[in-house]
């Protein structure tokens, strides 16, 4: 046997699983050059019985076969003849009887059957476990070593092992040994250092690195021994061993040249060739293979199977190792460097016709032909991909290097779109407003047809403002939303991310014009699109349009619900203008004003003001101010209201909606002064559509001067009429008007009223009118228990359960719900007892039929029942519905 180096690193895990390997008849050691094939079986055969090495160190547990025979396969072993007197002569020298010596393998005249028959029959008789290492065995099928090993695994007994080292897959029948247990295989990675193993190799060179510096060598090198030894030769003469481990990779000189010498220069032309070509794809198949390589690309198959360097991915696909792939481009690049864009080319043309998107821009971008790559985005309608739209994408960043020279130059406006696609994602707007001018020109001086995707992509990128995020920022995109709805709905259905931008921009149509209902529809779809995408960042602005507009709609409950979700989305980066994070926490504010969390409100409207510091958009800003206003004159301060009103009406451009909404606080504000006149005007002011808003404030006018007919007059005439109000305005119109007719005597009326403003809220937690109404609101309760009991939740902050020391009672069968019904879970019940069914009630929540089921077995825990109806009826029984 060779002698085992001093410098061997001790790997008692891969002696140990050698030993324990022998038990079975076919041991396979694969691994590149330098992966330590040699090393390992010699480190491990000399550590017990059987022929021991010269010198060397003892290292591990002895095997419990001895090892008989090494034989190191070169041109004398090519032969069954030399094959056979190699393997005789070491068995002989083992003390294993072949032959007599006039009969030996040694002798000239012996027939190839002969020699190998005595083989077999010493194995036969040798009365003892036998194993036999054969070393650089090659992997041509047919050769003479795989002839013989495989007649002895047949023949020579259950006592014959065998122990192959070779750099890949041998022609032995390894599938047969495999299927029957029989076969024990230790491969590249098996072989590659572990991080201990590493340090043991720089302590022997006197280097040492941190452990992050190691695991990064690891990485690096793939733990390739070769690799390893040699970086710790260089970086003992290195200054700086830390710096050079971090950029040590496969264009090193001694890696380069090690590799070059050991594997390319021993190739013949076309396997050379084929290895160079093949080394521009990250991954190739024999198809691609032969794309790049030409006629030398038939022999693919082959050169995977015999270079171990060659590692399989899975359904015909293979990657080579990162330092050997490496120092394939070095050579390449040196040898022939006008071929390497032209490769690139040929590899992203192929990937293209593959559908392999991603594979082909990265070959284009390695060509250098941005023109191409950006195309390719365009014309598939990738650019979400580009804007960071899709979670964990392989698009992602790759054209994120493209130069000016190919965005503003050249006739086509893909490059331009794509240039800024990544100035939005990156939040650039000056050189996303330069490179959306350059793309607008192009495409004007383009035929409409041929640039369709182009126009789509470029309206996403619109729609993709890295100003002011949210729906507020997206006022005037009605024009782009519209474009690209033109996308056809098979390409809208492959990219949601899409889909979700061009709702959201029909969404802030509506919305800038007032339509709530109907941008509550639109931002909805644009957060299932969102959800159907995966990509959270483009998810958390969805929910915050969503949420904002619900508060609009009075819908506090939902609002809240949205708003948390935003909130708890994981890993969103928080971009510099904060819009998607302000709009979620401005709904939260919106509704912890009216469920009466004053505080948490203030609070969350300083981050809300922190968020949006100096990118404040003139909608968002307006509402701030507005949600600030009513929360100042929640808590007893109607001039400050009426200061931050009079900021927020400053703002322009808004909307007429948000102007009469602003309008009408501050005629409440101005009530709460004692300024009736000016009440009065702004209640005029705010006339016209808002015809519910508009009278809730000139009866409040009204009442103040007395006249209560007719502040009760024009109240029931818009109620009967208002519908499609916002929930929170119909609960202080319906109150306005219960205390109304409690003031004049009519305490059934008065009664109705306020059971009606008292239902209403109960549905969205909204406490904030009965709040303010504590000095009336208050005796009214006290000669009403029932009244009182009912809605309790919704008067603690009138301080009832201090005076009252009263509870919540059980029902006429005795039982009290186990716990209160969530707003979600009310939702739900609301839509059984109008007997929508559960994908129906799916569809009106946007959630999942599976969310609805979850609610369902909830609500009837709560309620102990059942089913459903006896969940509506018990819920009758509790004034939940």
């Known amino acids: 046997m060779p002698h085992l180096p001093r410098w061997a690193v001790p790997r008692p895990r891969l002696s140990e699983r050698l030993s324990e390997a022998v038990r079975g008849p076919l041991t396979l050691i694969t691994g590149p050059p330098g992966a330590g094939k040699t090393i390992t079986a010699l480190a491990w ?23 008989a025979c090494w034989v190191a396969c070169d041109d004398s ?38 020699l190998l028959d005595e083989i077999t029959r010493a194995l036969l008789n040798a009365g003892a476990p036998v194993a036999i290492v054969v070393d650089d065995f090659p992997a041509r099928p047919g050769s003479a070593p795989a002839a013989v090993v495989t007649h002895l695994l047949r023949h020579a007994g259950p006592g014959f092992r065998a122990v192959a080292l070779s750099r890949s897959d041998s022609p032995l029948p390894l599938h047969r040994h495999r299927l029957a247990g029989e076969l024990t295989e230790i491969r590249a990675d098996d072989l590659a250092f572990t991080d201990h193993e590493i340090a043991e190799v720089l302590s022997q060179h006197g280097v040492r690195l941190t452990s992050a510096s190691r695991r990064a060598l690891r990485e690096r090198t793939g733990g390739w021994p070769a690799a390893i030894r040699l970086a710790a030769m260089s970086m003992e003469r290195h200054p700086d061993p830390e710096e050079f481990a971090a950029r040590f990779a496969g264009d090193d000189q001694a890696v380069a040249g090690y590799l070059m010498e050991e594997v390319v220069d021993a190739q013949p032309p076309d396997a050379r060739w084929l290895l160079l070509s093949t080394s521009v794809a990250e991954r190739v198949n024999t198809e691609l293979a032969g794309e790049l390589a030409g006629a030398a ?19 015909g696909w293979y990657r080579y190792h990162p330092m050997f792939g490496k120092a394939l481009r070095l050579i390449l690049r040196h040898e022939s460097p006008g071929m390497v864009p032209v490769l690139h080319r040929r590899a992203a043309a192929w990937f293209e016709r593959a559908g392999l998107l991603p594979d082909a821009v990265r070959q284009a971008v390695q060509a250098d032909d941005w023109q191409y790559a950006s195309r390719m985005v365009v014309d598939r309608l990738a650019i979400g991909h580009v804007l960071g739209l899709r979670p964990h994408d392989a698009l992602l960043g790759l054209l994120d290097g493209i130069p000016d020279t190919a965005a503003f130059t050249g006739g086509g406006p893909e490059p331009a779109i794509v240039a800024a696609a990544v100035a939005a994602r990156r939040r650039d707007e000056t050189s996303r407003a330069a490179a959306l001018r350059h793309a607008r020109r192009a495409l004007r001086r383009s035929p409409p047809g041929v640039s369709r995707p182009a126009r789509w992509c470029l309206a996403a990128v619109e729609l993709c403002r890295p100003g002011p995020a949210g729906f507020a920022g997206l006022a005037d995109a009605s024009g782009e939303a519209a474009l ?52 959270d960042v483009q998810k958390q602005r969805c929910l915050g349009d969503l949420a904002l507009t619900e508060a609009l709609l009075g819908n506090v409950a939902r609002a809240a619900e949205l708003a948390d979700r935003a909130h708890r989305l994981p890993d969103v980066p928080v971009p510099p203008d904060g819009g998607a994070v302000a709009a979620a926490l401005l709904a939260r504010a919106w509704a912890d004003v009216e469920r009466w969390h004053l505080q948490e409100a203030r609070g969350r409207l300083g981050r809300t003001a922190r968020t949006r510091s100096g ?74 559509r808002a015809a519910l808003e508009s009278a809730l404030a000139l009866a409040r006018v009204e009442a103040r001067l007395g006249a209560d007919d007719t502040a009760s007059a024009r109240l029931q005439d818009a109620l009967r009429h208002a519908t499609r109000a916002p929930l929170d305005v119909r609960v202080d119109a319906w109150l306005l008007d219960a205390r109304l007719s409690y003031r004049n005597g009519d305490r059934r009326q008065g009664r109705r009223s306020l059971d009606r403003a008292l239902g209403l809220a109960r549905r969205e937690e909204i406490r904030r009118p009965f709040a303010m109404s504590r000095s009336w609101l208050l005796p009214v309760l006290r ?92 819920a009758h029984r509790l004034s939940l519905l």
């Open 783 to 874: 000669h009403d228990p029932e009244m009182m009991l009912s809605y309790r939740p919704l008067l603690e902050p009138l301080g009832l359960a201090a005076e009252t020391g009263t509870t919540v009672t059980p029902d006429q069968d005795g039982t009290a719900p186990v716990e209160r019904l969530s707003p979600r879970e009310l939702e739900v019940l609301r839509s059984v007892a109008q007997l929508m069914t559960t994908q129906e009630i799916a569809a009106s929540l946007y959630v999942s039929v599976n969310t609805v089921k979850t609610h369902l077995k909830s609500i009837n825990r709560k309620l102990a029942v059942t089913r459903r109806a006896e969940a509506v009826r018990r």
């Open 297 to 315: 690309g038939r022999a693919f198959p082959d050169m995977v199977r015999q270079n171990a360097f060659a590692v399989p991915l899975g359904q």
């Open 484 to 535: 690209l709805w033109q996308a056809p709905g098979r390409l809208l259905d492959d990219r949601p991310e899409l889909r979700a931008l061009a709702s959201s921009g029909r969404g802030a149509a509506h919305i800038w014009h007032g339509e709530l209902h109907q941008a509550a529809r639109h931002f909805g779809a644009a957060l299932t699109a969102a959800e159907q995408a995966g990509g």
């Open 45 to 67: 055969a000399a550590t017990g019985a059987g022929p021991r090495t010269e010198a060397g160190p003892q290292i591990g547990t002895g095997p419990p076969v001895p090892v």
């Open 77 to 114: 072993t090519a032969t069954v003849r030399g094959f056979c007197l190699a393997l005789g002569g070491g068995l002989v020298r083992a003390g294993i009887d072949v032959a007599s010596t006039e009969r030996g393998p040694g002798r000239t005249d012996a027939r190839e059957q002969d």
């Open 615 to 688: 990118h404040a958009d003139p909608l968002s800003n307006a509402i701030q101010h507005l949600v600030k206003a009513r929360t100042d004159l929640c808590q007893g301060r109607p001039e400050h209201a009426l200061d931050d009103l009079r900021a927020a009406s400053e703002i322009t451009p808004l909307p007429g909606w948000l102007e009469r909404r602003l309008a009408l606080l501050s005629a409440e504000a101005h009530v709460a002064c004692g300024e009736i006149e000016a009440a009065r005007r702004d209640a005029e002011r705010a006339g016209g």
